[in-house]
């Protein structure tokens, strides 16, 4: 028998995305929020540059021009609607941030400082612009610090590494979760009116990445079993600077304080690929450029696999006290001091665009066609809204949790305080416990590590920067074999008390779902845009491509794909040049 | 290269106390110990239990004990590393299997401080961020980095005897805000932490400050908030 917990609200995850909104429904109404980790170990704490608002502290800016970018950015595939609403409440995110208590850093007068970024310029794509409001390159430990501080200021309720299984859906409205408390083996039932996710990303699909080990897309994976659909799969962003080997992420603030990229040959490659803004261009430029140089052989190294961040002409105090991080992972993990050599760099799997489709308010759509699920919102890397369209700005999605965050958590309590619990069926947990019963009595004849790293470097082979039909198809036919392959695993350890065993093999799951879901949406996207290239069609085409992708899964066979409109407002698209 | 590596098992359902096992698996020299637990999970024994999640020391999760150390996992290089390395979870909280203790009474001590901004909330509500010059802002800035690993506070040795002390991570947060010229509560906070299970119980073993994998210097923090509460100061 499963615990039943009864709430107004349940909030899964824990993250940037998840603390936001827990602030703003457990003002309203009965919330508990929910996560696999303690809330502080999720992996907002890791991201490093800063969080895009235009407050003009240091130089001139406005929103508009932050939403500008953001839709250039995104290749024309943002939704400008949902854009103008995040970059013009930016401002007051940032300052509400302030006012929690989040340290920033400063200007010589006292006001938050602010730096450059990627994408980010003044008056429509003149220059770089310093719109990156930011605390030394520990941005997102802040946020989540500070987020995490109020929640236990105002009394959240949390329920710590609980793993959720399944959303329960009663007559097309959700009503709530089950989940597996990780410490205890048991299944419990949170019984509510309404229920957001906020589960982050799924990175761990590619071999080099900057995402957790428990970045696994469970969140759009149990919304995928349910038959609903996930928008825009196809589009995942490279970061140009991931550790050589490792994938661990070097902040593009190295780049806004004026760090370079090199090759081989020591040149300065980014001025033949993207002349006004050099290496301060979009991240889907600067990865593909980086696979280029590799590609003709112009990469550093033996292998001439990698290329270099050079940071020797960085003023050192500059290096030591806005970047102390990221200068100290390079001298861990690589031996090599930033202040002396190059950094050995390569593209790194960042971030997810796609995942659940919402609308502005977080909740969810049933459809392409735009039908919401009663009671159901997701918010964070999890959602796409879509703010970031086909690429992503940096420093946008920790703008991105926080408003969206916000807003989903203040939509989700109203839903909660205007609606009825509604009754479950009996056994609720049925379909969840048959399942955990058939997990630990498989034949267990494939091993669950082999698996898993074939995916990876599959994944990382065939559906990563740059891709081709044949390329995507050798990669589908691999996740098919691997996804038969899974069948055949099993949890040997028996153990209830924390069995991290079963939980990773669940993770697995997710994973070989959501790398299905990226390849099947890649490969019909017949066109080039932002972060999905496609060597076998290098242009853009907005007259049929100018649409977001949703993908559903069904009962036999490949999963379906539909499409919707992109929202359009001010900006029309234009070639994209930086 | 060959591993060896030597984990102090426990699994609660079936052994009466903890074990050592060994183990060997084949790693690089640049290779975090994280890795090679991993290894011995994924290809020797997947009933291996541990906490992990970012793997490059910021999110907290692999405090164990390295060589006899306080270290995370995914912070120390094999090559850094005697062999057979020996592991063991981090002391001073209930031990649940393996690696895994139980972080409540960690997480107790650090809410006892109140580690939220206090401000007078009948106080208008600017309209622009509060101004705070780099010098202000600077002075709790090493105490900011910390990521609740519980390093420190499980290698004190007045935390293993005696767990109602709250503990050097408990005090840092309170420093954090204690030392922010936003906060308004510190009068509260060092009322707190002057009582019996409070600052005062630091006996300067420097333990805590070796632990820290942010590099805090965690008993320098300590002291400042005895002197703080010894003269209301800061
Ligand atoms: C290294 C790095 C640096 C970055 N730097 C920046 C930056 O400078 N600026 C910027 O804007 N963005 C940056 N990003 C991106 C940004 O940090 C993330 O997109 C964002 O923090 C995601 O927040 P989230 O709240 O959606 O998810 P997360 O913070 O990942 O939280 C996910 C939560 O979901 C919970 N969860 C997951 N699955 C389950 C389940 N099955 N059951 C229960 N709980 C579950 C987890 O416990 C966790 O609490 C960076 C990303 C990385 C990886």
Request: net charge negative; proline share 4%; charged share 25%.
């Amino acid at each position: 028998m499963a615990q039943v917990h009864e709430y107004d609200s349940v909030i899964v995850g824990a993250g940037g995305a998840g603390l936001r909104a827990a602030l703003e429904a457990g003002k309203r109404v009965k919330t508990a929020v929910v996560s696999k980790l303690y809330p502080t170990r999720s992996h907002t704490g890791a991201a490093q540059g800063g969080m895009c608002a235009a407050l003009a502290n240091v130089e001139d800016d406005s929103w508009e021009w932050h939403a500008f970018d953001t839709v250039k950015g995104s290749d024309f595939l943002a939704d400008q609607d949902a854009v103008d609403i995040m970059c013009n409440e930016a401002v007051a995110s940032v300052l509400e941030l302030e006012r929690m208590g989040l340290p920033f850093n400063r200007t010589p007068e006292g006001k938050i400082d602010q730096r450059r970024f990627g994408g980010h310029t003044r008056d429509h794509g003149e220059a770089p612009v310093k719109r990156a409001c930011y605390a030394a390159d520990r941005t997102g430990h802040m946020i989540l610090q500070t987020l995490y501080q109020q929640c236990n200021k105002y009394g959240v309720e949390f329920y710590d590494e609980f793993f959720v299984l399944d959303l329960l859906m009663v007559d097309g409205h959700c009503s709530g979760i089950v989940a597996y408390e990780i410490a205890t083996g048991e299944l419990h039932i949170f019984h509510a009116k309404a229920v957001l996710f906020a589960t982050g990303g799924y990175g761990k699909m590619f071999k080099i990445t900057s995402n957790a080990h428990t970045l696994t897309g469970d969140g759009p994976g149990v919304v995928y079993r349910k038959g609903l659909p996930l928008e825009d799969m196809e589009f995942f962003q490279f970061h140009p600077t991931g550790l050589y080997r490792l994938g661990i992420l070097l902040s593009e603030a190295a780049r806004g304080e004026g760090a370079i990229l090199r090759n081989a040959d020591g040149e300065r490659f980014m001025e033949r690929y993207a002349p006004t803004i050099k290496d301060l261009a979009p991240r889907d430029i600067v990865s593909r450029a980086e696979f280029f140089e590799i590609k003709e052989g112009r990469g550093a190294g033996p292998d001439k696999d990698y290329l270099l961040l050079d940071l020797t002409d960085v003023d050192p105090e500059v290096v030591e006290k806005k970047l102390p991080d990221i200068t100290e992972f390079a001298r861990t993990y690589l031996d090599v001091d930033p202040l002396k050599e190059g950094v050995p760099i390569v593209p790194t799997a960042h971030y997810a665009m796609g995942g659940i489709p919402t609308d502005v308010n977080g909740q969810v759509l049933a459809n392409h066609n735009g039908d919401l699920v009663p009671g159901f919102y997701a918010a964070g890397e999890c959602a796409c809204v879509s703010v970031h369209g086909a690429n992503r700005l940096g420093t946008n999605s920790l703008l991105d949790i926080v408003v969206f965050g916000r807003r989903g958590g203040i939509a989700m309590a109203e839903y909660a305080s205007t609606h009825k619990l509604l009754k479950l069926p009996e056994d609720t947990e049925r379909s969840v416990q048959q399942w955990l019963a058939a997990i630990c009595d498989g034949p267990g004849e494939e091993s669950t590590y082999e698996i898993r790293s074939t995916l990876q470097e599959e994944m990382m082979d065939k559906a990563s920067v740059l891709r081709t039909d044949e390329s995507l198809s050798e990669a589908l036919e691999a996740i098919d074999k691997l996804r038969d392959r899974f069948t055949r695993t099993r949890v040997k350890d028996t153990c209830k008390i924390f069995n991290t065993e079963l939980v990773e093999h669940i993770e697995l799951g997710y994973l070989l779902d959501m790398a299905q879901a990226l390849v099947v949406s890649a490969k019909a996207r017949t066109e080039s845009r932002g972060g999905h290239y496609r060597e076998d069609h290098q242009m853009r085409e907005d007259d049929h491509w100018l649409k977001h992708s949703f993908i559903t899964k069904v009962p036999e066979g490949l999963p379906q794909l539909a499409y919707k409109d992109v929202v359009m407002g001010r900006y029309e698209p234009v070639e994209r040049k930086y | 290269m060959d591993v060896k590596l030597r984990l102090l098992r426990f699994n609660p359902e079936s052994d009466d106390k903890p074990h050592f096992e060994n183990y060997e698996v084949e790693a690089d020299p640049m290779d975090r110990l994280l890795d090679c637990l991993h290894l011995v999970k994924w290809q020797k024994d997947s009933s291996l239990a541990l906490r992990r999640s970012c793997a490059h020391g910021v999110c907290g999760s692999d405090a164990m004990v390295v060589n006899g150390v306080n270290a995370l996992a995914c912070k120390v290089l094999i090559k850094d590393l005697e062999q057979p390395i020996v592991v063991e979870p981090i002391r001073g909280l209930p031990l649940i299997r393996d690696f895994i203790v139980d972080m409540e009474p960690f997480f107790a001590g650090y809410r006892a401080v109140k580690p939220w901004l206090i401000v007078d909330e009948s106080q208008h509500e600017p309209e622009r961020e509060r101004l705070q010059s780099p010098k202000e802002r600077e002075r709790f800035d090493d105490t900011t980095k910390c990521i609740l690993c519980a390093a420190c506070t499980t290698s004190c040795p007045i935390f293993w005897s005696d767990e109602e002390y709250v503990g050097p991570a408990a005090i840092v947060n309170a420093h954090r805000f204690i030392f922010d010229s936003r906060d308004q509560g510190s009068r509260e906070r060092l009322e707190i932490l002057s009582q019996r299970d409070g600052v005062f119980k630091c006996r300067t073993a420097f333990n805590c400050t070796a632990a820290c994998p942010r590099g805090i210097k965690v008993t320098q923090a300590i002291q400042e908030v005895k002197r703080a509460a010894l003269f209301q100061s800061f």
